[in-house]
C-alpha cells in the first residue's frame, strides 16, 4: 500500500533553514508528480511546492518563492524541501504527497520561533 513518511521538522528560529523528507513507498515513485502541503493551526492546508515526476519544473506558492526549494531522488524514493530564511509564519505540519494518489502520510511539524 502507499506510504509516505515525512520527516525532519523542528524548532528553528526565525532566518534559520530545515530540509524536510519524504519516504515514499507502494506505488512507482518516478511516475508521479509530488507536492508538499502545510496546514497551520486554524488554518486550510495549502499547497507549498510541486515537483515534475523527472524532477524537470518547479512550482511554489508566492510565501515560499526564493526561500524554499523541492527536489527529489527517484533512485532513492525520496521527496525533499529545503526551507531557508525561516519566518515563524512558516510554522505550520508539512505532508508531502503524490499527484492523483488520495494518501497522506502523518506529516512532520515545523515550528519557527525565538
Known amino acids: 500500500q502507499v506510504q509516505l513518511v515525512e520527516s525532519g521538522g523542528g524548532l528553528v528560529q526565525p532566518g534559520g533553514s530545515l530540509r524536510l523528507s519524504c519516504a515514499a513507498s507502494?506505488?512507482?515513485?518516478?511516475?508521479?508528480?509530488m507536492s508538499w502541503y502545510r496546514q497551520a493551526p486554524g488554518k486550510a492546508r495549502e499547497l507549498v511546492a510541486s515537483?515534475?515526476?523527472?524532477?524537470?519544473?518547479?512550482t511554489y506558492a508566492d510565501s515560499v518563492k526564493g526561500r524554499f526549494t523541492i527536489s527529489r531522488d527517484n533512485a532513492k524514493n525520496m521527496l525533499y524541501l529545503q526551507m531557508n530564511s525561516l519566518k515563524p509564519e512558516d510554522t505550520a505540519m508539512y505532508y508531502c504527497?503524490?499527484?492523483?494518489?488520495?494518501?497522506w502520510g502523518q506529516g512532520t511539524q515545523v515550528t519557527v520561533s525565538s
Open positions: 504527497k503524490a499527484l492523483r494518489i488520495s494518501s
Open positions: 507502494g506505488f512507482t515513485f518516478s511516475g508521479y508528480a
Open positions: 515537483i515534475t515526476s523527472v524532477g524537470g519544473s518547479t
